[in-house]
Protein backbone atom coordinates (compact mmCIF):
# COMPACT_ATOMS: atom_id res chain seq x y z
CA UNK A 1 0.00 0.00 0.00
CA UNK A 2 1.03 3.47 -0.38
CA UNK A 3 2.51 5.61 2.16
CA UNK A 4 3.69 8.83 2.63
CA UNK A 5 6.42 10.25 4.56
CA UNK A 6 7.50 13.58 5.72
CA UNK A 7 10.88 13.87 7.52
CA UNK A 8 9.97 17.06 9.80
CA UNK A 9 8.01 16.81 12.42
CA UNK A 10 8.56 20.86 13.11
CA UNK A 11 10.67 23.52 11.51
CA UNK A 12 11.47 26.41 12.86
CA UNK A 13 13.06 29.55 10.75
CA UNK A 14 13.61 32.99 11.12
CA UNK A 15 11.93 35.28 8.46
CA UNK A 16 13.88 35.48 4.97
CA UNK A 17 15.31 32.05 5.00
CA UNK A 18 14.77 29.44 2.75
CA UNK A 19 12.66 26.60 3.24
CA UNK A 20 12.87 23.21 2.15
CA UNK A 21 10.40 20.42 3.54
CA UNK A 22 10.70 16.47 2.66
CA UNK A 23 8.54 14.31 1.19
CA UNK A 24 8.79 10.40 0.14
CA UNK A 25 6.18 8.30 -1.05
CA UNK A 26 6.76 4.77 -1.30
CA UNK A 27 5.04 3.29 -4.71
CA UNK A 28 6.90 3.79 -8.08
CA UNK A 29 4.46 3.63 -10.73
CA UNK A 30 2.23 6.41 -11.83
CA UNK A 31 1.36 8.94 -9.00
CA UNK A 32 -0.14 12.29 -8.38
CA UNK A 33 1.04 14.35 -5.76
CA UNK A 34 0.22 17.23 -3.84
CA UNK A 35 1.01 19.63 -1.31
CA UNK A 36 -1.64 21.37 0.86
CA UNK A 37 -1.33 24.11 3.65
CA UNK A 38 -3.25 24.54 7.01
CA UNK A 39 -2.74 27.63 8.82
CA UNK A 40 -3.72 27.69 12.16
CA UNK A 41 -7.41 27.81 13.03
CA UNK A 42 -8.27 26.88 9.26
CA UNK A 43 -9.09 24.35 6.54
CA UNK A 44 -6.37 22.36 4.40
CA UNK A 45 -6.03 24.55 1.10
CA UNK A 46 -4.08 23.52 -2.15
CA UNK A 47 -0.47 24.58 -2.40
CA UNK A 48 0.83 23.50 -5.67
CA UNK A 49 0.02 19.69 -7.48
CA UNK A 50 1.97 17.45 -9.75
CA UNK A 51 0.34 15.41 -12.58
CA UNK A 52 2.83 15.00 -15.21
CA UNK A 53 5.08 17.31 -17.06
CA UNK A 54 7.92 19.57 -15.88
CA UNK A 55 8.90 18.01 -12.71
CA UNK A 56 9.54 21.50 -11.28
CA UNK A 57 6.18 22.67 -9.92
CA UNK A 58 5.12 26.65 -9.09
CA UNK A 59 2.17 26.78 -6.57
CA UNK A 60 0.90 30.11 -4.44
CA UNK A 61 2.78 32.15 -2.58
CA UNK A 62 5.91 31.90 -3.89
CA UNK A 63 5.99 28.12 -3.32
CA UNK A 64 7.76 25.44 -5.56
CA UNK A 65 8.18 21.72 -5.19
CA UNK A 66 10.16 18.98 -7.60
CA UNK A 67 8.99 15.59 -8.26
CA UNK A 68 12.32 13.37 -8.52
CA UNK A 69 11.25 9.73 -9.40
CA UNK A 70 14.35 8.22 -8.96
CA UNK A 71 14.33 9.11 -5.34
CA UNK A 72 10.71 9.17 -4.70
CA UNK A 73 10.51 12.60 -3.70
CA UNK A 74 8.29 15.53 -3.90
CA UNK A 75 9.94 18.28 -1.80
CA UNK A 76 8.77 21.66 -1.38
CA UNK A 77 10.64 24.58 -1.15
CA UNK A 78 10.66 28.42 -1.13
CA UNK A 79 13.23 30.55 -1.18
CA UNK A 80 12.25 32.85 1.55
CA UNK A 81 9.89 32.57 4.36
CA UNK A 82 7.46 35.13 5.94
CA UNK A 83 6.18 35.02 9.22
CA UNK A 84 2.47 34.63 7.15
CA UNK A 85 4.00 31.25 6.00
CA UNK A 86 3.53 29.81 9.75
CA UNK A 87 1.27 27.04 9.10
CA UNK A 88 1.39 23.21 9.10
CA UNK A 89 1.90 21.69 5.74
CA UNK A 90 1.11 18.37 4.04
CA UNK A 91 2.33 15.66 1.23
CA UNK A 92 -0.32 13.79 0.10
CA UNK A 93 -0.41 11.20 -2.97
CA UNK A 94 -2.35 9.58 -5.27
CA UNK A 95 -2.08 6.48 -6.73
CA UNK A 96 -0.48 2.83 -6.12
CA UNK A 97 -3.47 1.05 -4.94
CA UNK A 98 -4.78 4.04 -3.10
CA UNK A 99 -8.64 3.58 -4.94
CA UNK A 100 -8.41 7.40 -5.79
CA UNK A 101 -7.77 8.24 -2.38
CA UNK A 102 -5.38 10.61 -0.94
CA UNK A 103 -2.63 9.57 1.27
CA UNK A 104 -1.25 12.04 3.42
CA UNK A 105 2.07 12.64 5.37
CA UNK A 106 1.86 13.21 8.97
CA UNK A 107 2.55 16.68 8.04
CA UNK A 108 4.89 19.22 8.72
CA UNK A 109 4.42 22.02 11.23
CA UNK A 110 6.50 25.00 10.14
CA UNK A 111 6.89 28.19 12.32
CA UNK A 112 8.80 31.48 11.26
CA UNK A 113 9.83 33.97 13.47
CA UNK A 114 9.68 37.19 12.38
CA UNK B 1 -13.51 27.59 0.98
CA UNK B 2 -17.08 28.10 1.18
CA UNK B 3 -18.38 26.00 -1.57
CA UNK B 4 -17.80 23.01 1.28
CA UNK B 5 -19.76 23.61 4.68
CA UNK B 6 -19.66 21.80 7.47
CA UNK B 7 -21.96 21.82 10.41
CA UNK B 8 -21.50 22.31 13.41
CA UNK B 9 -18.07 23.95 13.99
CA UNK B 10 -17.54 22.50 17.34
CA UNK B 11 -19.33 19.76 19.48
CA UNK B 12 -18.78 19.05 22.94
CA UNK B 13 -20.88 15.82 23.63
CA UNK B 14 -20.72 13.19 26.19
CA UNK B 15 -19.44 9.27 26.00
CA UNK B 16 -22.09 7.44 24.72
CA UNK B 17 -23.81 10.26 22.34
CA UNK B 18 -24.97 9.50 19.00
CA UNK B 19 -23.23 12.54 17.09
CA UNK B 20 -23.88 13.39 13.66
CA UNK B 21 -21.46 15.82 11.45
CA UNK B 22 -22.73 17.37 8.07
CA UNK B 23 -21.63 18.51 5.28
CA UNK B 24 -22.50 20.06 2.27
CA UNK B 25 -20.93 20.91 -1.26
CA UNK B 26 -22.12 23.27 -4.07
CA UNK B 27 -19.05 22.05 -6.39
CA UNK B 28 -20.66 19.89 -7.87
CA UNK B 29 -18.44 16.60 -7.17
CA UNK B 30 -19.57 13.47 -7.03
CA UNK B 31 -16.99 11.86 -4.94
CA UNK B 32 -17.26 13.27 -0.89
CA UNK B 33 -15.01 12.25 1.80
CA UNK B 34 -14.59 12.28 5.45
CA UNK B 35 -11.05 13.00 7.41
CA UNK B 36 -9.93 12.81 11.05
CA UNK B 37 -7.22 14.80 11.72
CA UNK B 38 -5.18 14.18 14.51
CA UNK B 39 -1.80 15.97 15.95
CA UNK B 40 1.00 14.05 14.51
CA UNK B 41 -0.51 11.83 12.48
CA UNK B 42 -2.19 13.72 9.59
CA UNK B 43 -4.97 13.08 7.98
CA UNK B 44 -6.65 9.58 8.10
CA UNK B 45 -9.52 8.69 5.66
CA UNK B 46 -12.69 7.20 7.28
CA UNK B 47 -15.47 6.91 4.64
CA UNK B 48 -15.59 7.74 1.11
CA UNK B 49 -18.69 8.19 -1.48
CA UNK B 50 -17.90 7.88 -5.44
CA UNK B 51 -21.55 8.48 -5.74
CA UNK B 52 -24.96 8.36 -3.92
CA UNK B 53 -25.42 4.66 -4.12
CA UNK B 54 -21.09 3.94 -4.00
CA UNK B 55 -19.83 4.47 -0.30
CA UNK B 56 -16.55 2.66 0.89
CA UNK B 57 -14.93 2.11 4.06
CA UNK B 58 -12.11 3.97 4.86
CA UNK B 59 -8.62 3.28 6.63
CA UNK B 60 -10.41 4.05 10.44
CA UNK B 61 -14.10 3.18 9.76
CA UNK B 62 -14.62 1.36 12.94
CA UNK B 63 -17.49 3.21 15.15
CA UNK B 64 -18.12 5.31 12.59
CA UNK B 65 -21.27 5.30 9.45
CA UNK B 66 -22.32 7.52 7.05
CA UNK B 67 -25.28 8.16 4.91
CA UNK B 68 -25.03 10.31 1.08
CA UNK B 69 -28.32 11.74 1.13
CA UNK B 70 -27.61 13.77 -1.89
CA UNK B 71 -24.84 14.23 -4.51
CA UNK B 72 -24.70 17.15 -1.88
CA UNK B 73 -24.50 16.07 1.41
CA UNK B 74 -22.57 13.51 2.93
CA UNK B 75 -23.25 12.80 6.87
CA UNK B 76 -20.69 11.10 9.24
CA UNK B 77 -22.33 9.64 12.18
CA UNK B 78 -20.88 8.71 15.59
CA UNK B 79 -23.00 6.07 17.11
CA UNK B 80 -21.81 5.94 20.24
CA UNK B 81 -19.06 8.32 20.94
CA UNK B 82 -16.18 7.47 22.93
CA UNK B 83 -13.50 10.09 24.32
CA UNK B 84 -10.87 8.44 21.49
CA UNK B 85 -12.68 10.18 18.93
CA UNK B 86 -12.05 13.50 20.09
CA UNK B 87 -10.51 15.11 17.28
CA UNK B 88 -10.79 17.59 14.03
CA UNK B 89 -13.01 16.33 11.44
CA UNK B 90 -12.87 17.47 7.59
CA UNK B 91 -15.12 16.63 4.61
CA UNK B 92 -13.40 17.01 1.21
CA UNK B 93 -14.85 16.82 -2.13
CA UNK B 94 -13.26 16.13 -5.88
CA UNK B 95 -14.72 16.04 -9.38
CA UNK B 96 -12.99 12.53 -10.08
CA UNK B 97 -10.80 10.46 -8.56
CA UNK B 98 -7.30 11.33 -9.27
CA UNK B 99 -8.07 15.11 -8.86
CA UNK B 100 -7.43 17.23 -6.07
CA UNK B 101 -9.25 17.47 -2.92
CA UNK B 102 -11.12 20.56 -1.55
CA UNK B 103 -12.00 20.50 2.10
CA UNK B 104 -14.21 22.13 4.48
CA UNK B 105 -13.63 24.40 7.55
CA UNK B 106 -13.52 21.18 9.65
CA UNK B 107 -15.74 20.28 13.02
CA UNK B 108 -13.96 20.15 16.09
CA UNK B 109 -15.72 17.47 18.23
CA UNK B 110 -14.70 16.97 22.12
CA UNK B 111 -16.02 13.50 23.53
CA UNK B 112 -15.74 14.17 26.95
Known amino acids: AQSVSQHNHHVILSEAASLELGCNYSYGGTVNLFWYVQYPGQHLQLLLK??????LVKGIKGFEAEFIKSKFSFNLRKPSVQWSDTAEYFCAVLGGGSQGNLIFGKGTKLSVKP | DADVTQTPRNRITKTGKRIMLECSQT?????MYWYRQDPGLGLRLIYYSFDVKDINKGEISDGYSVSRQAQAKFSLSLESAIPNQTALYFCATSRRGYDEQFFGPGTRLTVL
Open chain 2, 27 to 31: KGHDR
Open chain 1, 50 to 55: YFSGDP
